[in-house]
Each structure stands twice: as C-alpha cells, then as structure tokens.
C-alpha cells in the first residue's frame, strides 16, 4: 500500500507541477518568436466545417474573403455536415465570389465534412476555422508565416472568448500558463493539440482520419509522424464574440475529454509506430495523464485514509483531497453566489470530475463522430 500511495502521488506531482513547470521555463526562454529564414506561402485554402450555421457562416465567409487580397492564391471551402436548414443556401450565394461548397447529405461527422472540403483544395497550406468566430487582423499572416520553415508541418492558433463564462479570472489565469505550456511544448516541436478554430496544416501531408477522432489531435500526431515540427503561434487569434461557455465549463470538458480519448490510442499507436519518442513523452504527459488523473487521485484518497494509522502524512494527504472535492461540490452547487477565495479550488476539481466522466464515458463505449453548436 506504500509503494502504491507514493507511485501515485510522484504521477499527481508530475502531472501538476512537474511537467508543467519544465515545459514553462522551456516557453519562457522561447517567448520570443524563433527566427525564420525563408518566404511564406502565397498559396492558401481555407476551410470551415459547419453544421446548422445559417445565422453565422455568411458573416464569416465575408470576414475570410477580406484575406484574399493578401495571397497570390488564395480560396475559400466550406463543407456542410447534414444542415438542414439555410447554410447551403447561403455558401451557394457566394459561388460568383469563388467561394467552393460540398455539402454531406446527412449529418455523419465533422472529419467526413473536412475531408470532403480537403478533397477540393489547392492551396498549399490548409487552414481551418468554424462557422463561428473572427480572426484577429494579423492571425493568417501570423499562421502562414511559420510554414516559411520548411520543418514546419502544423501550427495551432489561439481562440480568446469574449466573455469568461464559468471561469472567470481562474480562466484567464488558466490561460496563461496554458500559453506558455504550448510555448515550450512548440519549442519542443510538438504541441499535443491545436484549435479547430484555427490551425494549419500542409497540404502534402494531410490524411484522413477515423470519423470518431478529432482533427485537433491527429493533425500534430500526423505532422510528427512524417516528421515534421507542430508549434503554436499565440499572434494567430480568433475571437469568439458570442459564447458564455467557456472550454472549462463542466459540460463542454466532459464532451472534449470524450473526443480526446477517442482519438488518443489512435495517436497514440501512430506515434509510437513511427518511433517519435519526444511527442509520445509529451502527448502523454499534458494529455493522455491529464485525462487519468482522477484515478491517482483516488487512489491517494483510498491509500490515504488506509495508512493514515502509519504517519501523519498520509491522514493529511487524503484529507487534504477529500477537502478539496468538498470545496468543488460546495462550489458547484453555489453557483454565482460562490465565494472568490473558493474559485481555483473549485474550478480544479470540476475540471477533474469532468474529465472523470469523460473517461468512464469513453470506457463504457461512448465514441462521437458527429457535433452539436455546443462543442
């Protein structure tokens, strides 16, 4: 019971301090942008997946086409996955603007929409956006720019929310030590995920994807197989104006732990395959842990209590995280009406429980191919 109390407090450790703060320092140092020697694409594709987004997708087709002028080539592809109301009407509106559409008949997933619009693409970077959301004026040129470095494969942006939702100042302060963790993890050469908000890929090296995985994680995980870098570029922004709902709301991180496991041992058995040490160390660490961590957790919880007889450490320890799961479900429960010095506690374990429920959903079978204006 020792070994078993002290092998899962090193992984709690690791996972919230450890890896963490080594990636951080690595991103400190690499705040400013590394220096690129070469010419930038010219040639771009953009493409948006939506579904149902007759009150949006008009608004952003118009904002992307104020691009156009800055490329030599330059082209707008929207994929319809099963609308069924006026969002094909809409994009085919725009056809005399060179705007393409393909549209699936019925809603069988986002991947399927993507990998239609792909399929028309000649641009030789693509990019990928949502209906919704407005690029910052220098997002696509800050974007395109890294794929001036011909080790560059894939480049994941930034998405800033208008409004905090839940989260609030702990978000914000999430935030930012999630920007420097992708810093360094990009400095690295790999950063585990991107925004389907917006990232880059080359054209050349895209492959299609199972329908229940998220292109989010597989296109760095393809990237680093063919052996190319994946790196974040936080001058590359999208503004959501309209969302209350933030990423570290309980509902929409179950949905993102639920879609991350399923594509997890996907990737991770490509990186593995294509012996990429360095990404497999760090998909597993910022990911594939952070998704588990309820169970070290609970483990200390159990082992804790059980020990507690052998040492004032273990008492206190399991203590300490039954008192912080109090204060998640006192935080819960309140609502607005809960105290401030409650927040960062509070928000850690929600965001623990949520990805507790997406793993057991995901174990219990629960895969997703398809997506709602809620994810």
């Known amino acids: ?56 997708i008009a608004r952003k087709i118009e904002h992307l086409l104020g691009f156009a002028r800055d490329y030599d080539f330059f082209e707008l592809i929207v994929a319809s996955d099963g609308s069924e109301d006026r969002t094909e009407e809409i994009v085919r509106s725009y056809a005399s603007r060179g705007v393409k559409f393909v549209a699936n008949p019925s809603q069988i997933g986002k ?27 220098n997002a696509l040129e800050s974007l395109v720019g890294r794929f001036a470095d011909p080790s560059v494969g894939c480049v994941g942006g930034d998405i800033r929310y208008a409004r905090d939702g839940e989260g609030g100042s702990t978000f914000r302060l999430f935030k930012r030590i999630d920007v420097m963790m992708k810093r360094g993890e990009g400095a690295f050469g790999f950063v585990p995920s991107v925004s389907g908000a917006i990232h880059a890929i080359r054209t050349s090296i895209y492959e299609f994807a199972d329908a229940a995985t998220t292109r989010d994680v597989m296109d760095p995980v393809q990237a680093a197989v063919q052996g190319y870098r994946c ?34 041992n996907l990737a991770l058995r490509e990186l593995i395959r294509g012996r990429r040490l360095l990404p497999t160390w760090i998909f597993l660490s910022h990911k594939v842990l952070r998704w588990w961590l309820w169970v070290p957790l609970a483990v200390l919880l159990v082992s804790g209590f059980t020990l507690a007889s052998e040492g004032l450490f273990y008492g206190l320890m399991a203590a300490g995280i039954g008192g912080l799961a109090l204060v998640g479900a006192v935080h819960w429960l309140s609502g607005e009406k809960a105290p401030r010095i409650l927040a960062w506690p509070g928000f850690a374990c929600l965001q623990v429980a949520a990805m507790a429920v997406g793993t057991l959903r995901w174990l219990w079978g629960e895969h997703r191919a398809t997506w709602t204006t809620k994810t």
Not at 24 to 42: F, H, N, Q, T
Not at 244 to 255: E, G, I, K, L, Y
Request: overall charge neutral; some cysteine; glycine content about 8%.
């Open 231 to 264: 790196e974040y570029e936080p001058r590359a922004v999208v503004n959501e104006m309209g969302r209350n709902v933030t990423p570290v709301h309980f509902d929409a991180r179950v949905r993102m732990t639920l879609r991350g496991m399923t594509s997890a």
């Open 1 to 56: 019971m020792n070994s078993v109390f002290w092998g899962s407090l090193a992984l709690v450790i690791y996972a919230l301090v450890g890896y963490p703060l080594l990636v951080c320092l690595v991103g400190i140092r690499a705040k400013s942008a590394r220096r690129i020697v070469g010419d930038s694409p010219s040639s771009v594709s953009i493409v948006i997946a939506v579904h149902d987004g007759e009150s949006q």
């Open 111 to 137: 991947n399927a929409a993507l990998d239609s619009a792909v399929k028309l693409a000649e641009g030789e970077i693509l990019v990928f956006s949502d209906a919704s959301g407005t690029f910052s004026p």
